[in-house]
């Protein structure tokens, strides 16, 4: 079944946010090290881009390496830094050539610096593309972006450069990583999981979930046009009722 043509180009979520979970055991399941699994992940990162791009989705923001994941061995975060270089050096022209932008939020400045060198060039060299950002979370934790954004904020009062009192949710929500960007209206986790691991948890306040038990390595275009095809079945109140929501629709 294709499923694409069963989707409403004018209902489609604007930033779709995913957790990529299940490298380690889907290689586990097939006897190799849990390198193998985030390596084959790799492919399912490009067939996830593609499929939103073909679709028309405008942002779509992976969680890719967490800051609870500096406390994995520490040969298993020397391959995965290793790996994100390789993806991003491997990944930067098609990316360019298909109007995709990359950008990145965390503590980058913890990453390895030939990371960050990369990270910045493709940065760069796509930072001129519209047709689809794509941003990658990194050494990202929601709580520390929260409290980095409280810290800048209460710097401003202290500066006086703004009062107490003009604190609210825009103004907080300026200071955080993705101030740029809309907040995500459906958030994917694969492997089953069903928890939000300190993803996003501002933005995330009233996105759809959609969990599947599918393995990160193993999900493709399909299994993207399916969490969308939900997404577009529900009714997302934000709080109203169905008749208030009605009438801001209708205004």
Known sequence: MDLKQHIDKTRLPRHVAIIMDGNGRWAT????ERIFGHENGVEAVRDTVKAAAEIGIQHLTF??????NWCRPHIEVQTLMDLLVEAIRNETQELNDNGVRLHAIGDLDSLPQKCRETLDEAMATTAHN?????????SYSARWEIVNAARKIAQKVADRTINPDQVDEELFASAMETADFPDPDLLIRTSGELRLSNFLLWQLAYAELYFTPVYWPD?????LFQAVIDYQRRERRFGKVKAEVLTTKNA
């Open 63 to 68: 969680f890719a390496f967490s800051t609870e």
């Open 219 to 223: 999900f493709r275009k399909q299994h």
């Open 29 to 32: 399941q097939r006897g190799k």
């Open 130 to 138: 519209t047709r689809l950002h794509v941003t990658v979370a990194l």
